[in-house]
């Protein structure tokens, strides 16, 4: 089943995944997902927000255990972020079927749409819906680079953007939700360990910086006559890098457009976006406040306009106790417990229903590149303890 899925929306070039929500690779996946679903016998959905569920017993039931993450990608991200999960999730039943184990609650597959925001700009569209942490009226005003609208977007892969909303009657259905997902990080690696559980996720925002300047011509415009926005946008990077090491954070300028985006021109606009992320609130506050500060006196020196704009905001995220000691006690007790500067949907979903995250070993600790990687053992080491779990959980 992995083989099926590893060509869809791959990049010849990069290697690297595009599959970026409500776009034909993401239909691909959707497709796949659902074959998956009914070569199983189990019981298709796709609810009102676009996420795809695969249901072993009754759908209408309370109390149900859920696994599962996403399909979607970052721009060249690897082949492991989020589509692990959901095939370690398909190869758990077949295991658990292969044990003959017995079902006591119902079990549930899920592929959430859009969880990495590459095309609208914010992340866990599906599950932040389902959860009401994100209205109709907000998703319908996101719109991806090239203006077209979310609800456009979804109108023209055939889904109903007049229905998306919070789905409490679905979430009061579900007992237990685990993501298995691999790690981004080398905790793992340095442990010797295959198989983590995750214990906490930071708290971590997105901020758009708009830079305001002058359009103007590159080989006649004098040094002293320039209102060029790149100027101050660079030292805005420096700023974030600097203000992040000092408060123990991570800040990162990975997307930037530019306008008019000409050689031979400079700048009328640089919009940057500033993906910060800590382990707890204060550092995170600190660095966001010190790189606007410098960013707002870098701006004036060189006599341009700026914007800052919070696109999204997730606070930190404590996975509840009971969930994750059940796992260690079917995992046993010596399985790592550690914490995570990504988000997921399990996070998203914590607030709503008891959630629980495991890891699997990533040797490099890269991920969102296409040279992100798990070994065949440790994945298979994955299947193998999510079966348990979901044994554990679902099968008493
Ligand atoms: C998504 O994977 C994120 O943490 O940005
Ligand atoms: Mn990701
Ligand atoms: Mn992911
Ligand atoms: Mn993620």
Same mark, same amino acid.
């Given at each position: ?6 060509? *869809? ?58 696994? %599962? @993450? ?15 999960? =959901? ?33 609208? %700009? ?41 229905? *998306? ?33 995750? @214990?906490? $996720? ?47 954070? =991570?800040?990162?300028?990975?997307? $930037? ?5 000409? =050689?031979?021109?400079?700048? @009328? ?60 006690? *079917? ?16 996070? $998203? ?15 490099? %600790? ?31």
């Amino acid at each position: 089943m992995w083989r099926d899925l590893t060509p *869809i929306g791959r990049d010849a070039e990069s290697k690297g995944y595009r599959r970026f929500a409500w776009t034909e690779a993401d239909r691909d996946c959707r497709d796949w997902f659902r074959s998956q679903a009914e070569t199983r016998g189990l019981t298709y959905e796709l609810d009102r927000n676009g996420n795809q569920w695969a249901w072993l017993g009754d759908p209408t039931r309370e109390d149900a255990v859920v696994t %599962g @993450s996403h399909l979607d990608s970052v721009p060249d991200g690897g082949p492991f972020d989020g589509p692990l999960g =959901v095939v370690s999730s398909f190869a758990a039943l077949d295991e658990l079927r292969h044990r003959g184990a017995e079902f006591t609650r119902p079990l549930a597959i899920v592929n959430f749409g859009d969880e990495e925001g590459a095309r609208f %700009g914010l992340a866990c569209v599906g599950s932040r819906l389902t959860a009401g942490q994100l209205t109709r009226d907000q998703a319908h005003r996101l719109r991806d680079a090239d203006g077209v609208t979310l609800p456009r977007a979804m109108e023209q892969a055939g889904h109903d953007p007049e229905a *998306i909303g919070p789905d409490p009657e679905r979430l009061a259905r579900i007992g237990a939700f685990v993501e298995l997902h691999v790690e981004q990080g080398r905790a793992l690696d340095l442990t010797g360990d295959r198989i983590g559980v995750a @214990s906490a $996720i930071w708290p971590h925002g997105r901020w758009r910086f708009d830079f305001r300047g002058e359009a103007n011509h590159a080989g006649t415009t004098r040094l002293v006559d320039r209102r060029d926005p790149m100027l101050p946008y660079a030292e805005t990077v420096l700023a974030a890098r600097r203000e992040a090491q000092l408060a123990g954070a =991570v800040a990162t300028f990975g997307k $930037i457009a530019v306008e008019p985006n000409g =050689v031979n021109a400079i700048p @009328s606009l640089v919009r940057g976006w500033l993906d910060s992320r800590a382990a707890d609130q204060s550092a995170l506050d600190t660095v966001v406040t010190a790189v606007e500060k410098a960013a707002r006196e870098h701006a004036a020196r060189h006599g341009v306009d700026l914007d800052v704009v919070r696109e999204s905001f997730t606070p930190v995220v404590e996975f509840g106790h009971a969930l994750r000691d059940e796992l260690t006690g *079917i995992l046993g007790p010596d399985t790592p417990v550690l914490g995570t500067g990504a988000g997921h949907d399990a996070g $998203i979903l914590s607030a709503s229903i008891p959630t629980a995250m495991l890891f699997v070993r990533n040797p490099t %600790g890269v991920s969102h590149s296409p040279a992100e990687f798990a070994a065949e053992d440790d994945c298979l080491a994955g299947v193998t303890a999510l079966a348990d779990v979901l044994e554990g959980l679902a099968c008493r």
